[in-house]
């Protein structure tokens, strides 16, 4: 009977609402690409991905807080080998070199990795949490694929779009700001502590932890 279900997970679903659901988020995320902020994508896209997590699993019946989303989000990321530090740092870079147009280039990226991210936690809580990895990495795979052709770049710019954008961005510029107060009372050696778990997770590169480790060394 899973893996019946599972194979069903591959097919297009007939959920309109929760489909819907999952696409204004991930233009939401698109959005925040063209924001003339750089870095506004690094700090916002966490609680659009959080949140849409929340919604989807409210939408299947499952209470969920929101550092168990944040764990699922994390862990899908860790899984499909999206490093949620490095897709949003290169993000960045093309914003910078490109005002105007490195957001442009990098939205469809950004949309159709939310798609992916969203569709995966719907499998997760329709197979009540036995998604295997591989399946994971193929469902994910398939809906990337698929979502670049759908990408309608005009769809960022619809109000309610534009609205989740922006108030996810504040929201993100309030944990940075929370976490930056937090990290100042940490030590060097507690901080590279953490820096050394996200390696371990999967979740940053080997570039990116080498380069934030001589960040963190040149302050001692």
Known sequence: MLQDLVNQLFK?????????????????AAALTIIPIPGSE??????????????IARAKGVDVTRE???????????????????SRIATTAAKIILPGFGGLISAPFMFAS?????NVAKAYFETEGNLDQDTMKDLYKNMVK????????????????QDMATAASQEGEQENMSSSGASKNETPVERLAKLKELLDRGLISQAEFDETKRKILSEI
């Open 146 to 161: 698929k979502a670049k052709k759908d990408f309608n770049p005009d769809r960022m710019k619809d109000e309610e779009i």
């Open 68 to 86: 168990s989303a944040l764990n699922l989000v994390l862990q899908i990321s860790a899984t499909v080998g999206l490093s949620l530090v490095g």
């Open 12 to 28: 297009i679903s007939d959920d309109a609402s929760l489909n819907s659901l999952i696409e204004k988020y991930s233009y939401a």
């Open 114 to 118: 939310t798609i992916a991210l969203g």
């Open 42 to 55: 690094i700090i916002a896209v966490i609680p659009l991905h959080v949140g849409m997590v929340i919604s």
